[in-house]
């Protein structure tokens, strides 16, 4: 466990010049500590990144400075065997998770709920954190909410603002879980385990022990959340510590459920009846039970839940209707990494070969073939982008079409070309987005961008 008084007069190493390790670069210079940040990639640019003066920097690879610190600080994006991290416990250098080291400036009596799963985890903790929002403005006006994570802000940011009674919502990853030896939530929730991330964990097993980590030292007097209809999620429950709530939109025969949904009513064993918001697909029915079951653990009333939940609105880049053109409607779905986020996008629209879909990036290491038999229910077409078109034309094998087009401005081009009045053009790509852009919010808004510039040109004659 990292305890900074413990560490008092050791120079800390940052692995990792992304937003996190920039983040707890700087929170640890803020508490007296001297930094060193070092990046494997070379950088032009280092000063734009905004760090503090005071922080030591070298990008280009990790030298011997490294090995001189006295614990090393983790962003989450680097492999655990990376060759860096061996050396580093082979010389016994003790190694922390950027959240371990934010949460333990934290003081004591701050209410941490985390929230993790394949899919969903930035849409429920986005409701979670406005129902204690909502639940702090009405009846804890003292009381304050934090959200932070990969939603956000790294905790980094924000863990010198924490005081006692506040509430800090996470949404936090595998790769963030994998590295916290000692994370405690007061509310842990996973609400799905789909192949994701294969090459990093070096497979399913691997993730899935990730992912496990959220509960791993929760006691009796804290509470788990958990998706009783997904048997990898089920699975866990037999070792949990904690007073677990399961949920399931559909009938579950593994777990026992205390949440189910009627159609138009999420009903709660307790005896509240909550109207869901208004978003599409039952994946987001899911995403309000859990976020539900997780204000209920801290003690929000119903009536507080079913405010938010009647007012929130669908989030940018989330099977996301941006525009209307000659009958045809553009949806981005940019967030859609990995293979089942699209199945679950595809699963939204009506049930019949209308869809366009923009499918591709940088592969994660499942198999295109598990959309099969989507795309032949619910899409006329795929136009292929980015790294892994060849995978994809593979993996198809000739079974359904694909016009490869390599960028989105193509594939807007094919789009608009082809589909007609009824049709849907969906960027739901089933893949990272590294390989031609920053993050998959900027292919989002990349793909907005060249279908709005084209509508405007179309409907201005230009």
Known sequence: MFKPEKFTGKKACVLGLGRSGRQAAALLIRRGFDVLVSEEHLLPDVPALGLPPQAEVETGGHSEKVFACGFIVKSPGILP????????????????????????????????????????????????????????????????VFVAGNIGAPVSACADELKKGDFLALEVS???????????????????????????????????????????????????????????????????????SAFSAKPSHTLKTDVFFDGDEIIFSAGYHLKPPKLKGIHNVENAMAAALCALAVDVPAPIIQT????????????????????????????????????????????????????????????????????????????????????????????????????????????????????IVLLSPACASFDQFKDFEERGRVFKKLVTDRVKKERTGG
């Open 81 to 144: 065997n990376s060759p860096v991290l061996k050396e580093a416990r082979r010389r016994k250098i003790p190694v922390f998770s950027e959240l371990e080291v934010a949460l333990a400036f934290a003081p004591k009596g701050v209410t941490v709920l985390a929230v993790s799963g394949t899919n969903g985890k930035t849409t429920t903790t986005a409701l979670l954190g406005e129902i204690l929002k909502e639940y702090c403005a009405r009846l804890a006006p003292r009381k304050r």
């Open 308 to 423: 938010v939940f009647d007012r929130f609105e669908a989030m940018e880049h989330r099977i996301e209707p941006f525009a209307y053109h000659r009958g045809v409607v553009y949806v981005n779905d940019s967030k859609a990494t990995n293979l089942d986020s699209t199945v679950i996008a595809l699963k939204s629209f009506d049930k019949t070969p209308h869809i366009w879909l923009i499918l591709g990036g940088r592969d994660k290491g499942a198999s295109y073939e598990i959309l099969l038999p989507y795309l032949k229910a619910y899409c006329k077409e795929v136009f292929s982008v980015g790294e892994c078109m060849d995978k994809i034309e593979r993996e198809l094998k000739g079974e359904f079409p694909v016009t490869r087009c390599g960028t989105l401005e193509r594939a807007v081009e094919e789009a608009f070309a082809k589909a007609k009045k009824g049709d």
């Open 174 to 244: 595998s790769y963030q879980l994998e590295d916290s030896t000692f994370f405690r939530p007061k509310v842990a929730c996973l609400l799905n385990i789909t192949p994701d991330h294969l090459e990093h964990h070096g497979g399913m097993d691997g993730y899935i022990k990730a992912k496990a980590r959220l509960f791993k030292n929760q006691r009796s007097n804290d509470f788990a959340v958990l998706n009783g209809g997904d048997e990898h999620c089920a699975a866990l429950a037999g070792g949990l510590k904690a007073s677990l």
